[in-house]
């Protein structure tokens, strides 16, 4: 039976997964209005690209102190200020929808919201957790904050946008990070106010000190898989209605194509949590790594949509898999009290990814064209598959993940 402990760490994090899943629905939504609100007052295209880099910029530039932050403090203070970052972005939105410079703050600050909800959630999630099996089972569940919220937030958003105008529905989109702050509040009110790890764990902080931890070859390793991954599912999202549409697939197809991916995702997210006893071999991300390389090198060769469909499909499960893998191995791989930290450098590198990553991809495209982007791709996610085999025979993430299980 459960203890009584166990129940109120439980409802804690679930309880920030909800929030998260707020902040996560309020970002996705205002990166569907904002653009579409900047084209209908006559926003230039560079005002656009503008806008829409604001969203990973500001959180990047943010991520590293914010880290320090959440080493140093319970996870009170982290949740309502994403919160209140995210709510005040709302607010500028929808306070004027005619300037492009307070749409470029509104997706600055909410893009910071969601960044740095993320990274509270997960730091408290790593508090609460021993086992590298407990850990896989909590970041899944922190995953499906993201995923349902870029299900929610669009689909209010749009269908606000054409009934009742954008004041409306920015109006409407306030209620998401309100209701955050709310539950933060209420879920976090019987939580230490100060990290377990103490006086000792709290020195550490900084842009300086954050960085100093790639020093560990392990951490180094960890982010090049993690970053490996951004770049396959970004690539995914920019370049495969590119290929559909080579290909001469209809708008539907494509559609769907996409949303096998995101099922396939959203499916495995949900399941996880409840069979990871079968996903924490030391070679799982080996076995990832290999299998993404091999989706990628077929894209370009398979002529139907059907088959398109399967393949991501597969490349939405592999996804959901290796993504909480890269939590569990990120947490072995640096010392407790800077877990923090350690996650603030995964968000900073994943947002300038985010940032830069389209506009290379853009540039590759025009002289390469789109089916040596994919091959290009599996390329790198080989050359993946040996940094995970290096990462999975080091015996002291091994040694130290079992005694802490």
Known sequence: MMTSPQRRISHLILALVVCQCGLHACMAGMRLALPLNALSV????????????????????????????????????????????????????????????????????CGTGSGLGMIAVQRAASRETMSREERLKVFSTVALAPALGSLIGPIVMGRVIDGWGYGNAYFTLMLFPLASIVLAWLATSGASAVSSVGKEGAKPNGALSSLSLLKSGALRQVMVLNLLVVASWDLHGFALPILGHEKAFSATEIGSIFAAYGAATLAVRLVLPFVTRFFTHPFLPVIAMLVLALIFASYPLLPLSWL??????????????????????????????????????????????????????????????????????????????????????????????????
């Open 42 to 109: 006559g926003a230039s295209k560079l005002s656009l690209g503008i806008l829409v880099s604001c969203f990973a910029i500001f959180p990047a530039l943010a991520a590293l102190r914010f880290g320090a932050y959440t080493d140093r403090v319970g996870p009170r203070g982290p949740a309502l200020l994403a919160a209140g970052l995210s709510l005040a972005g709302v607010i500028c939105a929808w306070w004027s929808s005619s300037s492009i410079e307070l749409m470029c703050l509104a997706a600055g600050l």
């Open 308 to 405: 398109m469909m399967l393949a991501s499909a597969a490349f939405g499960m592999v996804v959901g898999i290796i993504q909480p893998t890269i939590m569990v191995l990120l947490h072995d791989a640096v010392p407790s009290e800077r877990h923090g930290q350690a996650l603030a450098l995964r968000s900073m590198f994943n947002q300038t990814a985010i940032a830069v990553l389209p506009l290379m991809y853009g540039l590759f495209g025009v002289y390469a064209g789109v089916n040596t982007m994919f091959w290009l791709m599996a390329i790198l996610l080989f050359g993946g598959v040996i940094t995970a085999i290096r990462l999975s025979s080091r015996k002291t993430i091994t040694v130290e993940s079992l005694a802490r299980g």
